[in-house]
Nanobody, 121 residues
């Protein structure tokens, strides 16, 4: 099995910064794309940012210029640096990874348990 463990969620004031981390572990042969999604109360889960294995990022328009996604050299940890936070960034943030596992032919998407970010005004 594969686990994604997130950390870094917190309560922060408008304009503040936070950094999220997510590490994949377990039966891993290769971690491909990784990303962050978020879900606010009463809303659908939405993409925040993704990053390919070779480091190419993709951002939702709502976070461009404020958030930066990156990953470590081992390719198993992804980070999300969030600056200039707004109340509308309040949500549960979920890590996602496409993981190739030993003993399996195809990659599978895995999700973290989620971490709460609350931006207060």
């Amino acid at each position: 099995q594969v686990q994604l463990v997130e950390s870094g969620g917190d309560l922060v004031q408008v304009g503040g910064s936070l950094r999220l981390s997510c590490t994949a572990s377990g039966n891993i042969y290769r971690v491909n794309d990784m990303g962050w999604y978020r879900q606010a109360p009463g809303k659908q889960r939405e993409l925040v940012a993704t990053i390919t294995r070779d480091g190419s990022p993709n951002y939702a328009d709502s976070v461009k210029g404020r958030f930066t996604i990156s990953r470590d050299n081992n390719k198993t940890t992804v980070y999300l640096q969030m600056n200039s936070l707004k109340p509308e960034d309040t949500a549960v943030y979920y890590c996602n990874a496409a993981v190739g596992r030993r003993g399996y032919y195809s990659a599978k998407n895995f999700w973290g348990q989620g971490t709460q970010i609350t931006v207060s005004s």
